[in-house]
């Protein structure tokens, strides 16, 4: 009965997934990175269930527009055209919100679900980023915490993923960046510069104003959703959870054919990327046909896929057989999870990867089939991942998505059949009567990184560290850009309070690896138009590391700013 449903971003640490061709992509299985994952998610689920307390829940829903669109309209085309006349927009709109309070009707938290892939922040960005979901996270948050830090706080604010998987928030859509022209529709690529050079951009002028615009799109309108909560839940919460081998599932089409599922493997056109961020060699997106040059680096490098796994993917032109390579680990998971939750009358799929408009669409169908008046909503990124689920008519155009969908094209009728069974065990009381499924592995042995260990740090001669290399003007007007504070001094007290950390919107945190083992940090705040008057200062804290012989040792050390004010702003 637990269901672990990420905030999806492309900007956070990585290391932490047990397959090899996740470990390799991010030099491999960094137990720095993983560990304050899993300690964070623990300490949240534990504190949560020792608040638990009696409650209410409430649903609304509504349509945000001018929010996203549809990054492979041309694979969403192949789709039945009957299948698409009963739909307005080649991508969903509909944003649901759960409203949670206690027995007062005072409000402890929401949850909402919306379509939009965090791709806001693009892939020149070196930052932490939460991206658009989680900057509206953080507006609510701040709405309903006020004077709390980022995290902290009683007001709880999810942003979950939904069906997302051809969605952008780069609502301009994509043109050549070297030519100002349109892309190729089918390919997304430019006659110069290929994929690299088709880039989808908007709302905004760069990308952490299409951040912040797309951000408080999502925010506003789940706001006004919350506040106007007033249709509640009632019923039974219900759960059920199966283990799945989704290399050999079998699924009967019809009265008289059958299809099954294949082992993992990634097509051509992975490699190409999408709008939202091309790759930088010569693949392209919509790629049904092979390249003698890469496959023939494939097989000399990880071995030529077999003849039965080309069958099954047909039309996919296999760029990795990662079903079929299995050193130092399996490329690619096997056993993946699949689990709904119901509460009331709200269903909620919890879909290990990322599922396409049309297929969202079709799986919500099915759900709905299995009950009576009940909102079936997709909690995508779920519990695992397995890359992107397109339907079987996408998955023939061979874009990005359909390159990536890694158990073949009747991945979705795998898991459609599957869904549909988990949900008529709730609907008919059966859940206890559901196989367990194969366990999924737990690897210790081979896990391997790549990371070199952290060298000693340097300094300059007569100088220490924590020293503030350029110092902050001894006044600011609140329309100006500068360097970051995060304390403000009260007069009252005579102390320093904390009004912004690192997981504030207004702050940035860059850190430059120079020359002779030297590093420069700079810290940035956006100073805010209600920022008060008064005195304020510029904290860094960090670590060190230096030799005591042959043993390192690591040893804190703090910056601090020369006091500065922020004074009011004046009009003419």
């Not at 492309?10 to 047990?18: D, E, L, N, R, V």
């Not at 003698?292 to 097989?299: C, H, L, T």
Request: aromatic share 10%.
């Amino acid at each position: 009965n637990v269901l672990l449903s990420g905030t999806h971003t492309h900007c956070g640490p990585a290391g932490y997934f047990q397959f090899t061709l996740f470990m390799i992509s991010s030099k491999g299985y960094i137990k720095s990175a993983i560990q304050p994952l899993v300690n964070g998610i623990v300490k949240s689920i534990d504190r949560a269930h020792s608040q638990m307390r009696p409650g209410r829940i409430f649903r609304s829903r509504g349509d945000l527009e001018d929010s996203s669109l549809n990054r492979s309209p041309h694979s969403y085309l192949n789709n039945p055209e009957d299948e698409r006349l009963r739909y307005k927009s080649n991508t969903d709109k509909q944003m649901t919100v759960l409203k949670f309070t206690d027995l007062d009707g005072d409000g402890i938290g929401m949850i909402s679900w919306f379509a939009v892939h965090a791709v806001s922040m693009n892939y020149t960005n070196r930052m932490v980023s939460s991206d658009n979901m989680g900057f509206a996270s953080y507006l609510l948050e701040q709405d309903k915490n006020p004077g709390e830090l980022p995290g902290q706080g009683g007001f709880v604010a999810g942003f979950s993923s939904s069906n997302l998987g051809d969605v952008s928030p780069n609502t301009r859509g994509p043109h050549c960046v070297n030519t100002g022209l349109p892309c190729d529709y089918l390919n997304s690529s430019c006659p110069v510069g290929g994929t690299k050079m088709c880039q989808a951009f908007g709302p905004g002028n760069d990308m952490f104003e299409s951040t912040k615009i797309i951000g408080h799109n999502i925010y506003r309108k789940a706001k006004e959703l919350y506040a106007n909560a007033v249709e509640e839940l009632t019923g039974f919460l219900h759960s059920a959870h199966q283990w799945v081998n989704m290399t050999d599932v079998t699924v009967q089409i019809n009265n008289t054919h059958t299809v099954r599922t294949c082992k993992p493997a990634l097509g051509h056109s992975f490699a190409a990327g999408t709008i939202d961020g091309g790759g930088d060699l010569n693949f392209t997106q919509g790629a049904v046909d092979g390249d003698p040059f890469w496959d023939g680096i494939r097989d000399a490098l990880v071995g030529a896929p077999s003849n039965e796994t080309q069958e099954c993917h047909h039309p996919k032109p296999i760029l990795f057989s990662t079903g079929e390579m299995n050193w130092p680990l399996p490329w690619h998971p096997q056993i993946v999870d699949v689990q709904i939750i119901t509460i009331g009358s709200v269903a909620v799929v919890a879909v290990p990867g990322e599922i396409t408009t049309m297929s969202g669409r079709r799986l919500r169908e099915a759900v709905k089939q299995a009950f009576r008046d009940t909102e079936v909503v997709i909690a995508g990124l779920s519990n695992m991942y397995t890359h992107y689920i397109t339907t079987y008519e996408e998955y023939q155009v061979q874009r990005y998505e359909g390159a990536s969908t890694i158990y073949g094209p009747h991945t979705l009728s795998a898991y459609i059949q599957k869904y549909r069974g988990l949900a008529r065990a709730i609907a008919q009381d059966q859940v206890s009567e559901l196989p367990v499924g194969p366990q999924p592995p737990f690897f210790t042995k081979n896990l391997f990184n790549l990371l070199p260990a952290a060298s000693v740090d340097g300094k300059p001669a007569n100088a220490s560290f924590g020293d503030v290399l350029q110092q902050v003007y001894p006044v600011y007007r609140q329309r100006d850009k500068t360097f970051v504070t995060v304390e403000i001094y009260n007069n009252v007290t005579e102390s320093w309070e904390v009004v912004h950390t690192d997981a504030s919107w207004e702050t940035r945190f860059h850190w430059l690896k120079g020359s002779n083992r030297r590093s420069n940090a700079t810290v940035e705040w956006f100073i805010p138009l209600t920022a008060p008057n008064a005195s304020y200062r510029i904290r860094h804290f960090g670590h060190h590391k230096q030799m005591n012989g042959l043993q390192p040792v690591i040893t804190p050390y703090e910056g601090v700013s020369d006091i500065f004010r922020v004074a009011a702003s004046f009009y003419y």
